[in-house]
């Protein structure tokens, strides 16, 4: 006999394999998204909605002014491999997206709050990459996509037990060490001010001598994170 933890775990799996198997029977039943046009300033956002677990996940795709979007944040989530689908409901239409995203969205929709919408844009989807015209005209209002975007959220991948855990805590202190090092030489927090410091190096020096955690395996479950798609771009 199996022991018990192993018997929850399988469980757990069918559980969530059939639950994926009837939504793709559900999905069967819907047509697949088409594209409205979009005009020269606009762009697309979509919104996410929270919902169950189980709930076949749905986003609503919408024009904006890229002169007055509402809030929203740029997802990124690495490279992945595009023969690896899961479909969606897009405005009531079914679209294919890679899995890498499909699990970031799912992971965006678990920590929504009751009434809580997101919207956010992601080229795999707010594109339409079957239309050259559009690809033209969109590609090059990227840079101000993003410029005007309230945040990036960056999808690493599933959580790896303890060491993603130790992972972020040290991102933590690194972050709080950084503000504390430009504090005391005077400079501005910023990417650029990185240059006052004349090699990579005497920065690396700088955080350790001021980082709390001076334990090995913090730095190794970093250096995991850092090896995942979203950095290898």
């Not at 189980?54 to 609503?60: G, P, V």
């Not at 992945?80 to 997206?97: A, F």
Request: net charge negative; proline share 5%; charged share 20%.
């Amino acid at each position: 006999m199996l022991p018990t933890s192993i018997e929850l775990n399988l469980a757990t799996l069918l559980n969530i394999f059939y639950s994926f198997q009837n939504m793709s029977e559900e999905l069967a039943n819907y047509s697949p998204f088409l594209y409205s046009q979009s005009q020269h300033g606009q762009f697309r956002l979509a919104q996410i909605r929270p919902a169950s677990a189980e709930s076949i996940l749905k986003i609503e795709l919408s024009v904006f002014s890229l002169e007055n979007p509402p809030p929203y944040e740029i997802i990124s989530y690495g490279l992945d491999d595009p023969s690896q689908t899961s479909l969606i409901l897009c405005n009531e239409q079914t679209i294919s997206i890679t899995r890498h995203l499909f699990r970031a969205l799912l992971a965006i929709r678990s920590e929504l709050r009751a009434k809580e919408t997101r919207f956010f844009w992601v080229d795999a989807i707010c594109i339409n990459h079957s239309d050259t015209q559009e690809r033209s005209m969109q590609i090059p209002l990227q840079a101000s996509i993003t410029s005007r975007s309230s945040r990036c959220t960056i999808w690493v991948g599933d959580q790896d037990g303890r060491n993603s855990d130790l992972a972020f805590a040290l991102l933590s202190e690194i972050g709080t060490a950084r503000r504390r090092i430009f504090q005391d030489e005077g400079k501005t927090f910023s990417l650029s001010a990185s240059h006052h410091f004349q090699t990579r190096g005497q920065l690396l020096k700088a955080y350790r001598g001021l980082l709390a955690s001076q334990d090995p395996l913090s730095w190794e479950a970093l250096d995991e994170i850092l090896e995942r798609p979203p950095f290898r771009r």
